[in-house]
């Protein structure tokens, strides 16, 4: 018993206060309000999620992940890597379903990282799993 109180002791104190539930500091997005870093698009809502789609004129890869999830920070690294290759010539977004369960609804997501590939606002494939560089530039008409 007294190594189970000494443990929880132990992790108390290496979980960062930044960390838990219902953090409201200066910096947290509010639900609704994208951001972007590195040219991608983080959606924060169901309603932005949709305007981004109609409004791009280049193929979109949106990119359902959530942060615990290993395979998911890895896709992240080749959707930057195809951003920064590519430039305008795509459009990526990047879909935390924790925080808007709506669109892997929508989309009937039961495993992630799953990617949905969109051109002229509708979507035209999806990927589930993690998928290399040289696939998303094939799916997305960007290979040389």
């Given amino acids: 018993m007294r190594n189970l109180i ?4 132990i992790l108390l104190l290496f979980i960062p ?6 953090d409201e500091g200066p910096n947290k997005k509010r ?7 590195a040219g991608i698009i983080h959606v924060t809502s169901d309603v932005d999620f949709d305007t981004k789609i109609q409004e791009s004129t280049v193929p979109v890869v ?3 992940w959530a942060p615990w999830c290993a395979p998911c920070i ?8 195809l ?6 010539k795509v459009t990526v977004i990047k879909v935390n379903v924790d925080e808007v369960p709506e669109i892997a609804q929508r989309y009937q997501v ?10 002229d606002g509708k979507m035209t494939d999806m990927n589930i799993g993690l998928t290399p560089l040289e696939g998303l530039e094939k799916k997305l008409g960007l290979s040389e």
Avoid: N
């Fill in 62 to 64: 949106v990119d359902l």
């Fill in 17 to 22: 206060l930044s960390c838990q539930k219902g």
């Fill in 31 to 37: 639900r609704g309000e994208s951001k972007m870093e």
């Fill in 83 to 88: 951003k920064a290759k590519h430039g305008d």
């Fill in 6 to 9: 000494f443990f929880s002791l």
């Fill in 74 to 81: 890895m896709q992240g690294k080749v959707l930057e890597e």
């Fill in 110 to 119: 039961q495993a992630i990282p799953t990617l949905l590939f969109f051109k």
